[in-house]
């Protein structure tokens, strides 16, 4: 059967989450009047989501598992869905149903007038502390400045793409993924619909502070050099700085001026530059430790249980 809509929703520990999800998705996509399939990728949960999936899927012939043999993180599991996905329209929802089902009626307007990436703009956001929402807006304003690809701002994972888009989407085998940016990357024609973001429905957030962070190293490092570059700039900032001091200390000196003598003044310089290149390096291992991960050329993910046809 052709299938006009793909649902992916990635599932890590969102057991109660679940039955709630199909129904809403099943009552939404029923009234659209166009078959489509619900991918329930399974991203190594622990807490007995993944009998709950096989049941659902059981139960409903649109429900269809990927399960993957451990955790693999949000954005691989994301991509996997990309890879069993078979409708001509794909969406990416969160599953704890922050995202609002209902929403992706409005996707698929602006899809059918023509776009093929229709992402879903956080207007308002419910039931998260103000800490989330202020590193969030951080994090999508930092990288929306850094990166070369304009990444547009309060948009999370929530989209709608175009066959074609995702048919690209899957020839990048990158390791370190950011679909967000990504599916910024690729072009074709591009639009936002607003949304109100609603509180998670059960359960507590699988993305704490270190995930958040990781998830903006592998956003930055996967769309710039920017951190590259900035040592690059310290660099000819502390040389600039150092080839205006010499002439003006000999000078001092010369008058008698006892303004640099001592050991504080040759510390702090000696700390400061072994500062500076210290970071500098670490920043250089970020990108190899990345390019080693590329280069094994690993599976994305492994999955343990998943429907035959891809
Ligand atoms: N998720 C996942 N693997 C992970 C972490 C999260 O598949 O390692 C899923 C999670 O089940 C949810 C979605 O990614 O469907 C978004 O996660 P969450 O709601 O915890 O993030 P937040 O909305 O708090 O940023
Ligand atoms: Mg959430």
Redesign the pocket.
Known sequence: MKITYSII??????IDNLPELHRRVKEVMDSAGEPWELILVD?GSTDGSTEKIRELARLDKTVRPVIFAR?F??QV?ITAGWDYARGDAIIII???L?DPPEVILDLARKWKEGFEVVYAVRGEREGESWFKKFTAAVFYRLIHWITDVKIPVDTGDFRLMDRKVVNVLRQMKERHRFPRGMSAWVGFRQVGVEYKRAA?VAGV???PFNKMLKLALNAITSFSYFPLQVATYFGFISAGVAILAIPLVIYMRIMGSGAFFGQATTLIAVLFLGGVQLISLGILGEYIGRLYDEAKGRPLYIVSEAPDEK
């Open positions: 929703a990635p599932i890590y520990n969102e991203d955790n993180g949000h599991a969160d599953a704890d922050q998670r957030t699988k993305y």
